[in-house]
Nanobody, 120 residues
Framework: QVQLVESGGGLVQPGGSLRLSCAAS????????MGWFRQAPGKQRELVAR???????NYADSVKGRFTISRDTAKNAVYLQMNSLKPDDTAVYYC??????????????WGQGTQVTVSS
């Protein structure tokens, strides 16, 4: 059974920083990619940042230059360093791990979510 456990959310003032962490547990679980999504009230869940096993990254345009994703493959962990936070970054942040089963099939695993609130 795969579990993703997130930590690091909270309340921060605009311009501040937070670091989110996510660790995946489960015997012989080896995700091909890990990432962070977020969902603000009344909005759809959106990709924030993603990193592959090989270290390739991609970011939402809204966070480029402010957020940095990193990964510890040996620990099955992924991190999101968030700097220069804005009120628009307020959302529940979800950790995601993905395994590619075949060209047409991927398995997604999700954490329980952690609240990030940016407010003065």
């Amino acid at each position: 059974q795969v579990q993703l456990v997130e930590s690091g959310g909270g309340l921060v003032q605009p311009g501040g920083s937070l670091r989110l962490s996510c660790a995946a547990s489960g015997s012989r679980f080896s995700p091909d990619a890990m990432g962070w999504f977020r969902q603000a009230p009344g909005k759809q869940r959106e990709l924030v940042a993603r990193i592959t096993r090989g270290g390739s990254t991609n970011y939402a345009d809204s966070v480029k230059g402010r957020f940095t994703i990193s990964r510890d493959t040996a620990k099955n962990a992924v991190y999101l360093q968030m700097n220069s936070l804005k009120p628009d970054d307020t959302a529940v942040y979800y950790c995601n791990a993905q395994r590619v089963v075949s060209i047409e099939s991927k398995l997604d695993y999700w954490g329980q979510g952690t609240q990030v609130t940016v407010s003065s």
